[in-house]
Nanobody, 125 residues
């Protein structure tokens, strides 16, 4: 079983930046695709970004050019650098692990096997 622990959320003004981290347990992290999702109040959880085991990335259109997903396999950690934050980025952010070992960066919730507990990101005006 894989445990995922997110950190780095908080309150930031519009236009500011935050970096989220997600630390994973286990020794097979380099084989996982990792994803970030978010869920705003009253809305469904949505895809934000993903990175494959080979480093290929995928983003939802609304964050392209502002968010960057990266991974450090030596630290079993995936990051989400968020710049130029907007009010609509306010949500609970979740990281997720796809353990199938595929060389893709999945955008679908059902592709992921394990989820973290989430970290709150609040963007104020």
């Amino acid at each position: 079983q894989v445990q995922l622990v997110e950190s780095g959320g908080g309150l930031v003004q519009a236009g500011g930046s935050l970096r989220l981290s997600c630390a994973a347990s286990g020794r097979m992290f380099s084989r996982y695709a990792m994803g970030w999702f978010r869920q705003a109040p009253g809305k469904e959880r949505e895809f934000v970004a993903a990175i494959s085991r080979s480093g290929d990335t995928s983003y939802v259109d609304s964050v392209k050019g502002r968010f960057t997903i990266s991974r450090d396999n030596a630290k079993n950690t995936v990051y989400l650098q968020m710049n130029s934050l907007k009010l609509e980025d306010t949500a609970v952010y979740y990281c997720a692990a796809d353990m199938t070992g595929r060389y893709i960066a999945p955008r679908e919730l059902y592709a992921y096997d394990y989820w973290g507990q989430g970290t709150q990101v609040t963007v104020s005006s």
